[in-house]
């Protein structure tokens, strides 16, 4: 099939609730919509780079340089026929993990639907249903938080990770799992802290949290492999990990006992599966993470979780939990058993809602072949 069209979309869409971490507040998500057309078909792909560089150096506006100036047209007119030599075309480009996996996620829905297979199918998932929790963003107070989260488990989510902050941390922590005193919580730092404040993560480890993730910077697996022996509970990676390689540096350094996989942040599902792969023969167990995804992220996360080595509850929560509106149908309800349903049909298995589409497109250009 010759990759003949291929459109990006800007869209920005406001989130139900503001999203606090350690490097921001979000309010409303940015993303970039791929459109890829070839051989009669049409596959979506999402690009997670946000407005501000806080998670990743990458934003929407970098990704759409990357993607419009050098991955599409390594990619258009080329014949597609399968993941791998479709990633050769643009091997060169140097970073960027998250345009790249923004327009292989297209690709790999193109390349289902043309073969009437699930995404979750062509990776070699296990199971149709997968374990999730909620991510919870840094809220006013911490009465707040401990309000928050009883509502989340109210709503039947089983599994509770919130975000710290230096200042909004052991008090945070303590609070909640003084508040559920046995709902499997974990916490993430998203790097911002310092191996010098190892004393406070040794105080976390009566708290019985499943992880701590990332509380050292995104470029410091070596602090990590220096934190991790002073403490009980695992140390999970997520920003550090860009690769199977990175993977397999920070396993063999003791850096962490548990690994995020995110597809957006190691290039794409392609080398996300070589993530699961490298972890599951070395018994490091994995979890999915999440982007404040759409239905179309969210679709592709989904299929990769179903993945046998993810035995840890992924952050892929229901779409009302992020969105009024969703740009693709149907929306994905949580299941009385705390696990969100693996699509079916062919490629990402969701039906893109044009009009919503439409709606919160702020730029758009479409590239021929
Ligand atoms: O660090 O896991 C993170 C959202 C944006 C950027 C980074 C992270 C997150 C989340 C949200 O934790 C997870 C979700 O999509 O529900
Ligand atoms: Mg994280």
């Given at each position: 099939m010759k990759i003949e069209q291929i459109e990006l979309r800007h869209l920005v869409m406001r989130l139900v609730a503001p999203f606090e971490t350690s490097f921001g507040v979000e309010q409303d998500r940015a993303c970039i919509i791929v459109a890829m057309r070839a051989g009669g078909f049409t596959g979506y792909g999402e690009c997670v780079a946000a407005a501000e560089p806080g998670y990743s150096y990458e934003t929407a506006t970098t990704a759409w340089h990357i993607l419009s100036d050098f991955l599409v047209p390594a990619v258009l007119g080329q014949e597609l026929t399968d993941i791998p030599s479709f990633i050769a075309h643009y091997a060169r480009v140097r970073g960027n993990p998250l345009a790249k996996a923004g327009l292989e996620m297209a690709a790999w829905d193109v390349l289902g639907q043309a073969q009437d297979r699930s995404l979750a199918e062509m990776l070699g998932g296990v199971r149709d249903r997968v374990e999730v929790g909620v991510s919870v963003g840094i809220q006013p107070t911490t009465a707040a938080l401990v309000e928050r989260v009883g509502r989340y488990i109210g709503e039947g989510y089983a599994r509770i990770k919130i975000k710290i902050k230096p200042g909004r941390d052991l008090t945070d922590a303590r609070a909640v799992r003084a508040a559920y005193p046995s709902i499997r919580l974990q916490v993430d730092?998203?790097?911002?802290?310092?191996?010098?404040?190892a004393p406070l993560f040794q105080q976390m480890d009566d708290l019985n949290l499943l992880l701590i993730e990332q509380?050292?910077?995104?470029?410091d697996i070596y602090d990590h492999s220096k934190l991790q022996p002073q403490l009980r509970t695992p140390i999970c990676l997520d920003?550090?990990?860009?690769?199977a390689d990175h993977a397999r540096a920070a396993i063999e350094l003791g850096a962490c006992r548990i690994i995020n996989i995110k597809a957006a942040r190691v290039s794409g599902l392609f080398e996300g599966k070589k993530v699961h792969d490298l972890c599951q023969e070395r018994g490091v167990p994995v979890w999915c993470g999440g982007m404040l995804e759409t239905n179309i992220g969210r679709a592709s996360n989904l299929a990769l979780a179903s993945l046998p080595g993810f035995t840890l509850p992924g952050d892929v929560s229901a779409t009302s939990r992020y969105y009024a509106q969703d740009i693709a149908d149907p929306p994905f309800v949580l299941n009385p058993d705390s696990t969100l349903s693996v699509p079916t049909g062919p490629g990402l298995g969701v039906q893109v809602n044009q009009q919503n589409l439409e709606r919160f497109t702020v730029k758009r250009q479409v590239f021929a072949a």
């Open positions: 730092a998203n790097s911002a802290y310092l191996l010098a404040d509380p050292l910077g995104e470029d920003e550090s990990i860009l690769s």
